[in-house]
């Protein structure tokens, strides 16, 4: 089934983790109107996206950051840092 804009599932799992890991941050809109420059149809497919929703300017909206996707909650990972990996044999 294609999703509209109103039907896309969201999967809010990431929020159970705790504030530890994410911060609550709205989008910062642009100051001028969206427009759309370029549209992955495969990828439109791939998120099962209803055929021409590009076309609609809610479209260009939420996916600039313009207006919050139904039911959304924006949020910002925290960074955590990063692991690498260390050649044991070089540092004996």
Do not use: W
């Not at 791939?46 to 996707?69: C, H, M, T």
């Not at 840092?81 to 044991?88: P, R, Y």
């Amino acid at each position: 089934m294609p999703f509209s804009l109103k039907s896309i599932p969201l999967n809010l799992s990431f929020f159970s983790l705790g504030e530890e890991f994410l911060s609550i941050v709205p989008p910062t809109p642009f100051k001028t109107k969206p427009t759309l420059l370029h549209f992955n149809q495969s990828a439109a497919d791939l998120l099962s996206l209803a055929k021409n929703i590009e076309q609609e300017q809610e479209f260009v909206d939420v996916f600039s950051g313009r207006i919050p996707l139904q039911d959304a909650k924006p949020f910002a990972m925290l960074y955590a840092g990063h692991l690498t990996s260390l050649d044991i044999s070089t540092h004996s």
